[in-house]
């Protein structure tokens, strides 16, 4: 009885924080107006179009770019292409996607599909991609479901990205690497370096695969399976995400989801152990502790003491089932799969989909992240400042993105492009040399 009452009063406590939270005010009648005014005023077509573009090293890159727009009432349009900068931002001014989704470069431009032949129009390069979704966590978060977050919760995103973001970096060696919100309760990733781009499908399903750590559902009792002596990826990441997963996941802190305290959730985490004998011993033990903190230092002690290596490895394993992404690996397998564009607002919360400093990724906060209206609100702001000051009244069309709220997310972003400029600055001086070579020969 213990057990359940503490567990339903937490939830309670946490459900309602969650809905306060996640609380969004959009307005359905504003919102179209709004987001017009945020794509005629803020949004960054300029780097938005060189990151894109590559440099322009292939003049093709952008032209035969595949993008598809989601519109009022879930009209759904793809195979969209354009030539230019300027025909992108004419048709996204015209148009107001509520959504906008970045496919592949084709061999030819998408928007001329249907009179190419189907032998002929396949896709040829794309970013790495990896999507990371919060409801993937429901069956490990004590505070919120489904679509609702909190701060306690969003805690699951950011160890997701500090571990993501190094085995990218340490395994595979890319460095143009951007990590975006969602702009609801999730995160996506970029891998930009050209080697990232040309991975064949067989060569993303590689990576996808050695970097799913956890697999299973809801039902599935043990989602991460370990060998001894164990992997860089897994010993790794067991580095990282072990004070997290004591602080945030079985502490006892106002900030923890303290899966100890519940008896359901306890029971989940215990059968993770595998083994029943093992399983009662620390229940025995369990029974004279309170603090999550105790319990699970009871239970690390028990598993230290076994024989099998692999009994053992189970308290690791616990911990990367609670902080190792959950990625939802078919995004990442096929070129052809379109991901939500950066920048775009999300329609249900009205947030910008901003880049997010994955060096920093404990400051970053979700729900202080702008929205359309605010942004709306700090473009008349200005404008009436101007006019106060007897300023031209077309001064308005020079308000860009930085003079707003969203200035402040632009830092990882334009790292990004700066990178991607010397790597393709690097290019060009090896076919240089490459072809100077080739005329000595």
């Known amino acids: 009885k213990f057990w359940r009452a503490a567990g339903d009063m937490m939830a309670q406590t946490d459900t309602r924080k969650a809905r306060d939270t996640h609380h969004s005010d959009v307005d359905p009648g504003e919102f179209p107006q709004q987001l017009a005014q945020y794509y005629e005023r803020l949004f960054p077509y300029g780097l938005y179009c060189k990151w894109l573009c590559y440099g322009n090293v292939d003049k ?72 990371i979704d919060m409801t993937d966590y429901d069956e ?50 970029w891998v930009c370096d050209k080697r990232a781009r040309a991975l064949t499908n067989e060569g993303r399903s590689a990576v996808a695969e050695y970097l799913n750590v956890v697999s299973g559902g809801e039902h599935t009792t043990r989602k991460c399976n370990i060998t001894t002596p164990y992997k860089r ?53 369990w ?6 903190e105790e319990k699970w230092k009871a239970l ?65 906060d979700p729900f202080s992240v702008p929205t359309v209206a605010q942004l709306c ?12 000051d007897g300023a031209d009244p077309e001064a308005k069309r020079e308000i860009t993105y930085k003079q707003t709220a969203l200035n402040e997310y632009m830092g990882p972003f334009l790292r990004l492009v700066e990178g991607l400029q010397e790597e393709h600055r690097a290019q060009r001086r090896i076919k240089k040399e490459f072809e100077g070579e080739t005329m000595d020969w």
């Not at 053992?312 to 070129?335: F, G, M, T």
């Open 60 to 131: 093709n890159t952008l032209p035969h770019r595949e993008f598809s727009f989601t519109l009022k009432d879930d009209v759904y349009i793809r195979y969209k292409s354009f030539t230019s900068q300027k025909e992108l931002a004419d048709e996204v001014k015209k148009m107001c996607p509520y959504k906008i989704d970045i496919g592949a470069v084709f061999t030819a431009p998408p928007k001329d599909h249907k009179r190419i032949k189907a032998s002929e129009f396949f896709p040829v390069e794309k970013e790495l991609v990896f999507d």
């Open 287 to 292: 029974m004279s502790l309170l603090s999550g």
């Open 140 to 189: 490990l978060r004590t505070c919120c479901s489904g679509a609702a977050i909190c701060e306690k919760c969003w805690k699951f995103m950011v160890i997701a990205v500090k571990i993501l973001d190094q085995a990218l970096r340490q395994d595979f060696g890319f460095k143009n690497i951007l990590f975006v919100y969602s702009g609801r309760r999730g995160i996506h990733c």
């Open 377 to 388: 609100d700090e473009i008349d702001d200005k404008v009436l400042l101007q006019e106060e």
């Open 233 to 285: 990826i897994f010993s790794r990441a067991i580095d990282t995400a072990l004070p997290f997963f004591e602080e945030y996941v079985v502490g006892s802190n106002n900030d923890s989801q303290d899966v100890l305290a519940g008896e359901d959730n306890a029971e989940k985490l215990l059968a993770m152990v595998g083994d029943e004998g093992v399983q009662q011993k620390i229940r025995d033990e």
């Open 300 to 364: 690390c002690d028990i598993l230290d003491a076994q024989k099998s290596p692999t009994l053992r490895a189970r308290k690791h394993e616990i911990v990367l089932a609670y902080c190792y992404p959950r990625l939802d690996i078919n995004v990442s397998k096929q070129l052809n799969h379109l991901l939500k564009s950066p920048f775009v607002v999300h329609p249900k919360t009205g947030r910008v989909c901003v880049p997010i400093d994955a060096e920093h990724a404990d400051d970053f």
